[in-house]
């Protein structure tokens, strides 16, 4: 599992992230433990108001717990690795919460703990929580046999497609998903090993090499939105100068912005939204799938849960019914007849307990299934998308330059060295001033030796 972990206050914004059913299809309240409260919301309020006679500001811990995407990982093991980190990071049996969300076929559960001890009134003072949830995080992987990710085996190798909210947003902006202009920009940069080819390569993508005005070097769209290199590749300042050089050889940011052009970016904005409206089209019997499949899961699941509530109550009568009450049950008492039928009903009941999860789970991981069928035809139309915007604003990037800065662009090249292969003579260069002769009477013979 991926643990990500934080201490954070906004008690009410926490609980208004772990009870959005708007971003996520289903959200399982599993425990609510050590609050007044039995709600979500209350316990997170109990959280803060017990915080107030203290000094901390960050009173509560937020968890997150994300198993590999291909997994169906029981219940058992997401309360399994929650020991494991409440030991590691000294929160056992400190109030928590208990939440899992399940969005585009893929379960996860978040855990919000209470730092302060209640008998002291002082905060858990958590250290070094990074460091031990990797090492918790590793250990996970190779329990369930699970294939562990090169970020996990060696920090140089972490997943490079991780954004920030920043960068996500910025993103949304323009219509794209944060990960794919990501993955744009690395490409461009393991394609090219000089400045001049990287700024080839990028125009060739929709992107202008600009200088930032604190970020160094940074990368324009023809939406005007910057992005820093340093941040979307992953790479320090000292090694993107050592192969692009200093940035003050390049435009600045608001030359590159008028580069592309007002006009271009006017026209570029009609043509996104035709794009975006026809892209909304495709989506729409697809969402209309979602929304149905959402709703019937709901159902089914609420069916489910009324159905075990009174299953439950029923055998919970019966177990009731064999302790006898009285005088008799007195005598049961002094002939422990009492103790073994307790004994015999706790058994039961845990039985029953048990069969209760393991039909819940059944029926969460043939649901998931079905919408993880559903989100790959999602992630083949998104992707599409994702092409045909980055091909328009290439086009029209290449629109808003120069001539010969186009003419100097890799796709150029490759037409002229396609044109020499074919035999085809490059056109002579156009002059303002054309100069007539006249035809001698010696033309098209060849000269005597």
Not at 27 to 55: D, K, M, S, W
Not at 398 to 420: G, L, N, Q
């Given at each position: 599992m991926i643990l990500k972990g934080n201490q954070r206050g906004g008690g009410r914004q926490m609980a208004a992230h772990?009870?959005?059913?708007?971003?996520?299809?289903?959200?399982?309240?599993?425990?609510?433990?050590?609050?007044?409260?039995?709600?979500?919301?209350?316990?997170?309020?109990?959280?803060?108001?017990?915080?107030?006679?203290?000094?901390?500001?960050?009173?509560?811990?937020?968890?997150?717990?994300?198993?590999?995407?291909?997994?169906?990982?029981?219940?058992?093991?997401?309360?399994?690795?929650?020991?494991?980190?409440?030991?590691?990071?000294?929160?056992?049996?400190?109030?928590?919460?208990?939440?899992?969300?399940?969005?585009?076929?893929?379960?996860?559960?978040?855990?919000v703990w209470s730092r302060i001890k209640v008998d002291e009134m002082k905060a858990v003072n958590i250290a070094y929580d990074r460091t031990k949830l990797q090492a918790i995080a590793r250990q996970l992987f190779i329990e369930h046999g699970w294939t562990l990710p090169r970020g996990l085996m060696d920090k140089a190798h972490r997943n490079p497609l991780t954004y920030t909210r920043e960068e996500?947003?910025?993103?949304?902006?323009?219509?794209?998903?944060?990960?794919?202009?990501?993955?744009?920009?690395?490409?461009?940069?393991?394609?090219?090993?000089?400045?001049?080819?990287?700024?080839?390569v990028l125009q060739e993508r929709g992107f202008l090499l600009a200088r930032g005005d604190r970020r160094g070097f940074v990368a324009v769209d023809v939406y005007g939105e910057v992005f820093s290199l340093t941040r979307q590749l992953g790479i320090k300042a000292k090694e993107l100068e050592k192969r692009l050089g200093k940035p003050e050889a390049l435009p600045s940011v608001e030359l590159a912005k008028e580069k592309l052009g007002a006009s271009v970016r006017s026209l570029f904005d009609t043509y996104r939204a035709e794009l975006q409206k026809t892209q909304e089209q495709e989506l729409r019997p697809l969402l209309r799938i979602k929304k149905t499949m959402t709703e019937q899961h709901r159902k089914v699941r609420a069916a489910q849960k009324a159905f075990l509530e009174k299953r439950w109550n029923a055998e919970q009568a019966v177990r009731a019914s064999r302790v006898r009450k009285g005088f008799k049950g007195l005598w049961d008492k002094l002939t422990f007849k009492y103790w073994s039928i307790r004994k015999a009903n706790e058994k039961e009941a845990w039985q029953c307990h048990v069969r209760d999860r393991e039909e819940r789970q059944e029926l969460i991981e043939v649901q998931l299934d079905q919408r993880q069928r559903l989100q790959m035809q999602f992630e083949s139309m998104r992707k599409r998308h994702e092409e045909e915007?980055?091909?328009?604003?290439?086009?029209?990037?290449?629109?808003?330059?120069?001539?010969?800065?186009?003419?100097?662009?890799?796709?150029?090249?490759?037409?002229?060295?396609?044109?020499?292969?074919?035999?085809?003579?490059?056109?002579?260069?156009r002059s303002s001033r054309t100069i007539r002769t006249g035809r001698s009477k010696d033309a098209g013979h060849e000269p005597d030796a």
């Open positions: 772990l009870l959005n059913g708007m971003q996520n299809e289903h959200v399982t309240v599993h425990q609510v433990r050590g609050f007044l409260a039995t709600n979500v919301r209350g316990a997170l309020e109990e959280a803060y108001a017990l915080a107030r006679g203290t000094q901390c500001q960050k009173y509560l811990y937020s968890l997150s717990l994300n198993p590999p995407k291909d997994q169906s990982v029981p219940i058992e093991a997401f309360e399994k690795a929650l020991k494991e980190i409440e030991d590691k990071l000294g929160l056992t049996d400190q109030p928590r919460v208990i939440v899992f969300h399940e969005k585009e076929g893929r379960r996860h559960a978040h855990c996500w947003q910025q993103a949304a902006r323009t219509g794209r998903s944060a990960s794919a202009i990501k993955a744009c920009l690395q490409e461009c940069w393991a394609a090219a090993d000089s400045a001049k080819a990287f700024a080839a915007m980055q091909r328009l604003a290439s086009d029209l990037t290449k629109m808003a330059m120069p001539a010969h800065e186009r003419d100097a662009t890799p796709e150029a090249f490759r037409s002229k060295v396609k044109e020499a292969e074919l035999g085809i003579e490059p056109r002579p260069p």
